[in-house]
C-alpha cells in the first residue's frame, strides 16, 4: 500500500492509497490546495473546519457544473455559457456554511 505526504492549508497528512495511485493523489491534493488559496484570497479568517467545508463546497459546485455538462453532450446540446464570476461568492460561501453549522448543531443537540 502506498502512502503520501502532503500539506493542505498549512497542515500535514499522510494519505494512504493503492501502489501507483500516489501522482493521482498528489494531484487531487494540488486542486483542493488550489481552492485553499482561492478561499483566502477572498478574505476572511476560517478554522481549519469551516475552511475545508468552503473548499468542499467548491469542489462539490465544479462537480455539478461537469455532471450538468455531461447531460448536455450526451443530449447533443451545445455546452452551456460560462457563467460571468460572481463577485459576492464568498459572502454566499459564507452564509451557506453558517446554515450548515447550525444544522450540524441542532443534530448534536438532538
Same mark, same amino acid.
Request: hydrophobic content about 45%; aromatic content about 2%.
Given at each position: 500500500?502506498?502512502? =503520501?505526504?502532503?500539506?493542505?492549508?498549512?497542515?500535514?497528512?499522510?494519505?494512504?492509497?493503492?501502489?501507483?495511485?500516489?501522482?493521482?493523489?498528489? %494531484?487531487? =491534493?494540488?486542486?483542493?490546495?488550489?481552492?485553499?488559496?482561492?478561499?483566502?484570497?477572498?478574505?476572511?479568517?476560517? @478554522?481549519? @473546519? &469551516?475552511?475545508?467545508?468552503? =473548499?468542499? #463546497?467548491?469542489?462539490? %459546485?465544479?462537480?455539478?457544473?461537469?455532471?450538468?455538462?455531461?447531460? &448536455?453532450? &450526451?443530449?447533443?446540446?451545445?455546452?452551456?455559457?460560462?457563467?460571468?464570476?460572481?463577485?459576492?461568492?464568498?459572502?454566499? #460561501?459564507?452564509?451557506?456554511?453558517?446554515?450548515?453549522?447550525?444544522?450540524?448543531?441542532? #443534530? %448534536?443537540?438532538?
Amino acid at each position: 500500500m502506498g502512502q =503520501v505526504t502532503v500539506r493542505v492549508n498549512g497542515y500535514q497528512h499522510t494519505i494512504g492509497c493503492k501502489d501507483g495511485e500516489e501522482a493521482h493523489v498528489l %494531484d487531487l =491534493v494540488q486542486q483542493i490546495e488550489e481552492k485553499v488559496r482561492l478561499i483566502r484570497a477572498m478574505g476572511g479568517q476560517f @478554522s481549519e @473546519s &469551516r475552511m475545508l467545508l468552503h =473548499v468542499a #463546497l467548491l469542489l462539490a %459546485d465544479e462537480g455539478a457544473d461537469l455532471r450538468t455538462e455531461m447531460v &448536455r453532450a &450526451r443530449a447533443g446540446l451545445a455546452p452551456a455559457a460560462p457563467a460571468a464570476p460572481d463577485p459576492q461568492l464568498a459572502e454566499r #460561501l459564507a452564509r451557506i456554511a453558517e446554515r450548515i453549522e447550525g444544522l450540524a448543531q441542532t #443534530l %448534536d443537540r438532538g
